[in-house]
């Protein structure tokens, strides 16, 4: 069993802030005779935002991590405690510059992070650093862990927005500067180096229709590309498409695909889609799905064909029709 328990404290207002009691663990049995249980408290404070005369934005996260666990083995029974502090301390500075057609907001984002404590090891965890993560205080998404040493977050946002405001560019990208080697974080997110990879978004969209999203991951001396997300979405009418391409290489992945859904509405009961994906590594179509569906307010049928594709010739490809038909009740 395991369980996970969330309390906001009420404290005065003169704290400016709020406080935040976490407490989650479990117990499990393996290898036969082996047991282990696990409790984690954490104590978080997120202060108000407060604002200089010069207008730039501030705001800090205070953590007491208390992980108690206990294991238990034929040959040996062990009862650890460890706590750990962490603080977060972010700034950022909006500037807006209006023109006859647009908006354009810049805003520079300054995050700095210390704990004295030292980390577990987790260097082979599978985690990637991105541009969603890199400010957040738990940015290696550990519930008994903390990322240990100090370090500073930079990066910039740049937005522009048509005079309804409609988003028209959303650029944002950011990089992480650490004291020292950090052996102990994950490899794969750069972490453990003193530098991370250069990580950012950009959201383009020229016209109502057309939405571009690019997500992306480069070494330090924006060198090599180590991760690629490119996705387009076009919506008009009843057509809809969306293309995505991903890459991964060094030591985040080792893939490289393409993929494509479409649809098209005929009416509100009727619908034809199809989507395929294809590995561009080995040039090999992995599968595609066409499918109808019809669906009133009480009945959806369904018809789906797939087609999945080995590599190995000695396997022929699987072929697969499925219907499916659902009556929905009145009541």
């Given at each position: 069993?395991?369980?996970?328990?969330?309390?906001?404290?009420?404290?005065?207002?003169?704290?400016?802030?709020?406080?935040?009691?976490?407490?989650?663990?479990?117990?499990?049995?393996?290898?036969?005779?082996?047991?282990?249980?696990?409790?984690?408290?954490?104590?978080?404070?997120?202060?108000?935002?407060?604002?200089?005369?010069?207008?730039?934005?501030?705001?800090?996260?205070?953590?007491?991590?208390?992980?108690?666990?206990?294991?238990?083995?034929?040959?040996?029974?062990?009862?650890?405690?460890?706590?750990?502090?962490?603080?977060?301390?972010?700034?950022?500075?909006?500037?807006?510059?209006?023109?006859?057609?647009?908006?354009?907001?810049?805003?520079?984002?300054?995050?700095t992070r210390y704990s004295p404590?030292?980390?577990?090891?987790?260097?082979?965890?599978?985690?990637?650093?991105?541009?969603?993560?890199?400010?957040?205080?738990?940015?290696?998404?550990?519930?008994?862990?903390?990322?240990?040493?100090?370090?500073?977050?930079?990066?910039?946002?740049?937005?522009?927005?048509?005079?309804?405001?409609?988003?028209?560019?959303?650029?944002?990208?950011?990089?992480?500067?650490?004291?020292?080697?950090?052996?102990?974080?994950?490899?794969?997110?750069?972490?453990?180096?003193?530098?991370?990879?250069?990580v950012g978004k950009i959201k383009?969209?020229?016209?109502?229709?057309?939405?571009?999203?690019?997500?992306?991951?480069?070494?330090?001396?924006?060198?090599?590309?180590?991760?690629?997300?490119?996705?387009?979405?076009?919506?008009?009418?009843?057509?809809?498409?969306?293309?995505?391409?991903?890459?991964?290489?060094?030591?985040?992945?080792?893939?490289?695909?393409?993929?494509?859904?479409?649809?098209?509405?005929?009416?509100?009961?009727?619908?034809?889609?199809?989507?395929?994906?294809?590995?561009?590594?080995?040039?090999?179509?992995?599968?595609?799905?066409?499918?109808?569906?019809?669906?009133?307010?009480?009945?959806?049928?369904?018809?789906?064909?797939?087609?999945?594709?080995?590599?190995?010739?000695?396997?022929?490809?699987?072929?697969?029709?499925?219907?499916?038909?659902?009556?929905?009740?009145?009541?």
């Amino acid at each position: 069993p395991d369980f996970n328990f969330n309390k906001k404290i009420n404290i005065d207002k003169s704290y400016n802030g709020n406080f935040y009691f976490n407490s989650s663990g479990y117990q499990q049995n393996y290898n036969t005779n082996n047991y282990q249980a696990v409790i984690t408290n954490d104590f978080l404070f997120n202060s108000n935002n407060f604002i200089s005369k010069n207008g730039i934005k501030s705001n800090y996260q205070l953590l007491v991590k208390h992980d108690n666990s206990f294991t238990s083995s034929p040959t040996d029974d062990k009862d650890t405690t460890d706590l750990y502090q962490s603080i977060l301390f972010k700034s950022e500075l909006p500037l807006i510059k209006k023109t006859d057609n647009f908006n354009n907001y810049l805003k520079p984002i300054f995050v700095t992070r210390y704990s004295p404590n030292n980390s577990k090891n987790i260097a082979s965890k599978d985690l990637r650093l991105t541009y969603d993560n890199i400010y957040s205080l738990n940015r290696i998404s550990s519930k008994r862990n903390i990322e240990e040493g100090g370090s500073v977050s930079i990066g910039i946002e740049y937005d522009i927005d048509d005079k309804q405001n409609n988003n028209i560019l959303n650029f944002k990208i950011a990089n992480s500067i650490s004291n020292k080697k950090k052996n102990n974080l994950p490899k794969k997110s750069k972490l453990n180096e003193k530098r991370s990879d250069i990580v950012g978004k950009i959201k383009f969209k020229p016209i109502q229709v057309l939405d571009i999203n690019y997500n992306f991951s480069y070494d330090r001396d924006l060198k090599n590309s180590n991760y690629q997300s490119i996705s387009t979405d076009f919506n008009f009418n009843n057509f809809q498409t969306s293309f995505n391409y991903l890459s991964e290489d060094n030591e985040i992945g080792n893939t490289e695909t393409v993929s494509n859904t479409s649809s098209y509405n005929f009416n509100g009961e009727n619908k034809v889609s199809f989507n395929a994906t294809k590995n561009l590594k080995t040039d090999f179509t992995e599968y595609y799905n066409l499918s109808y569906k019809y669906q009133t307010d009480c009945l959806i049928t369904s018809v789906k064909y797939t087609k999945k594709f080995y590599k190995d010739g000695n396997i022929l490809p699987d072929k697969s029709l499925l219907f499916y038909i659902r009556f929905i009740p009145f009541a």
